[in-house]
């Protein structure tokens, strides 16, 4: 699995490999990565793919009541640390790390990125999930400060295709997906 998401000028973009793995098998070539958690939220869990269902699930779940009473006022800060808090409360058996990704009209596009241990850090670039090992280095040397939509994107691509061609674990097509102040 590879997974990544970056802050653009106008909001995040987020992208995954489609391949899911069991050990060394193929389960699933097409899946589909990036998660709804309300229309302006979206998450991308690696790790267990069942904890990670099970998790984005629930926190889907969770924000689409607060949505209804909060409308447009609830923080992609709030989700990640929702998130955070689910992940460090089951630390001791989970197996899933999280990226968080949306756009909120106090702070625009932001990107949070929660380790399986529970750790949260906001990032304007991340990557994660096996994959991320042979990428973190050409995102870091390739992203910008409000960098524009079209080169978030190949950028995504460029990085999610290199995962592909080094990690066995990464494969399939790339997926992509933006975030603005429409939603995705």
Avoid at 111 to 120: C, E, R
Wanted: aromatic share 6%.
């Amino acid at each position: 699995t590879t997974i990544m998401a970056v802050e653009y000028d106008g909001g995040v973009a987020l992208a995954a490999d489609s391949r899911t793995t069991s050990q060394s098998f193929v389960v699933n070539r097409v899946a589909d990565k990036l998660t709804k958690v309300t229309d302006k939220i979206y998450c991308c869990c690696s790790g267990s793919v069942s904890q990670g269902q099970q998790l984005s699930q629930m926190m889907s779940n969770k924000f689409y009541s607060l949505s209804i009473t909060m409308g447009d006022s609830l923080l992609v800060q709030m989700a990640a640390s929702a998130f955070r808090q689910r992940v460090y409360l089951d630390r001791s058996f989970n197996q899933t790390s999280v990226i968080v990704a949306g756009w909120d009209k106090f702070c625009g596009g932001q990107v949070y990125v929660i380790t399986a241990s529970g750790l949260m850090v906001r990032l304007r670039a991340a990557a994660s999930g096996s994959g991320a090992s042979v990428i973190r280095s050409y995102l870091l040397a390739k992203h910008r400060n409000n960098i524009k939509l079209n080169n978030a994107i190949d950028l995504l691509k460029n990085a999610i295709e290199i995962a592909i061609s080094q990690d066995p674990h990464s494969g399939g097509v790339v997926r992509i997906g933006v975030i603005n102040k429409n939603g995705l």
